[in-house]
C-alpha cells in the first residue's frame, strides 16, 4: 500500500506563495496517480491536482494558473506549488495515490470516495 507524508504548509498573506510536498513510498505496480486535495473547515473535500507516471496534469479550475502540480521521480516528492494565494485557499491539504490509471487519476473524483488519508498540512492565508 501506498503511503505518502506531506508537508510545506504554513501561514501566508494574500498575493504570496508556499510549495507543499509529497512524498511517496512503497509502489507495486508502474501506474502513478497521485493527487493533492485540500479541505475547508465544514466544507467537502475539493480535488485540486493531479499526476500521473507520464507527467500529465490536471489542475482543478478553481485554482488554475496560479497553482501547479510536478514530480520529482528520483525522490518519490510530489509538488504543489501555489501562487497568488488567498483566503480562500485556507485549507488543511492532503495528498493520495490512489491505483488508478490516469483517465480515472485526472477526473479526481475519487477524491470524495477515499476512505483513508494522512495528516495533511495546513495552509492559511490572511488577507
Known amino acids: 500500500q501506498v503511503q505518502v507524508t506531506e508537508s510545506g504548509g504554513g501561514s501566508v498573506q494574500a498575493g504570496g506563495s508556499l510549495r507543499l510536498s509529497c512524498v511517496a513510498s512503497?509502489?507495486?505496480?508502474?501506474?502513478?496517480?497521485v493527487g493533492w486535495f485540500r479541505q475547508a473547515p465544514g466544507q467537502e473535500r475539493e480535488g485540486v491536482a493531479a499526476?500521473?507516471?507520464?507527467?500529465?496534469?490536471k489542475v482543478a479550475d478553481s485554482v488554475q494558473g496560479r497553482f501547479t502540480i510536478s514530480k520529482d521521480t528520483v525522490n518519490n516528492t510530489v509538488y504543489l506549488l501555489m501562487n497568488n494565494l488567498q483566503p480562500g485557499d485556507t485549507a488543511k491539504y492532503y495528498c493520495?495515490?490512489?491505483?488508478?490509471?490516469?483517465?480515472?487519476?485526472?477526473?479526481?473524483?475519487?477524491?470524495?470516495?477515499?476512505?483513508?488519508w494522512g495528516q495533511g498540512t495546513l495552509v492559511t492565508v490572511f488577507s
Open positions: 493520495a495515490s490512489p491505483p488508478l490509471k490516469w483517465g480515472l487519476c485526472r477526473d479526481m473524483s475519487w477524491v470524495a470516495r477515499l476512505d483513508a
Open positions: 499526476i500521473d507516471t507520464d507527467g500529465a496534469t
Open positions: 512503497g509502489y507495486t505496480g508502474s501506474n502513478f496517480c
